[in-house]
């Protein structure tokens, strides 16, 4: 498995790969509705304002993840882990865990401090993510599930609190995503 930053022309296959997983997974009004925020990402996100890395078997794009600027209302360096996408043929066999750390790394390395996120806690605790609250670190939306809101320092300091509200980019500030 080969684990790494995309590239432009790679764009398809990720945008494809999206809405199949999430078509099979959760149905297919999700599956479009996350291969639409894919495209917007694709289309609206300035590139400073995004990393995006990928598992390859030979040459096969089998999973892929986003990260996004979060900005707060102090100085400090935050992206947004969403979504993650692993093909069906390659969950539950460490594939997304190692692609979360081979980006963590990377994103560590360019001075990066947190990142956060919106998911199954069980899942993103085996990374480093820790469960946080609203009154810790405001989401940029309102949250339908409080206990799904996770952060990781990269930076070794403790994840205390941060005032004022988060912004996220366009794409995702879309209530249906949260």
């Not at 040459?59 to 600027?69: L, M, N, P, Q, Y």
């Not at 405001?138 to 941060?162: F, G, M, V």
Request: charged share 25%; hydrophobic share 40%; aromatic share 12%.
């Amino acid at each position: 498995m080969d684990y790494s930053q995309y590239h432009v022309e790679q764009t398809q296959e990720i945008t494809d790969l999206v809405t199949r997983t999430f078509s099979k997974s959760e149905g297919v009004d999700e599956g479009t509705l996350i291969g639409a925020l894919i495209k917007d990402l694709f289309a609206t996100t300035d590139p400073d304002d995004m990393f995006i890395f990928v598992a390859k078997d030979n040459d096969k794009i089998v999973g892929s993840i986003f990260f996004t600027r979060l900005t707060f209302e102090i100085d400090t360096t935050a992206f947004l882990l969403c979504p993650v996408v692993i093909d069906a043929e390659y969950q539950k066999k460490g594939v997304g865990q190692a692609l979360i750390n081979h980006a963590l790394e990377f994103l560590k390395q360019e001075g990066v401090e947190l990142i956060f996120t919106y998911g199954e806690p069980k899942f993103y605790e085996r990374v480093g993510f820790e469960v946080i609250s609203e009154e810790q670190f405001k989401s940029p939306i309102p949250l339908s599930y409080l206990y799904s809101w996770l952060a990781q320092s990269l930076n070794d300091e403790a994840l205390t609190y941060i005032p004022g509200r988060s912004k996220c980019v366009a794409a995702l500030n879309n209530l249906r995503l949260w």
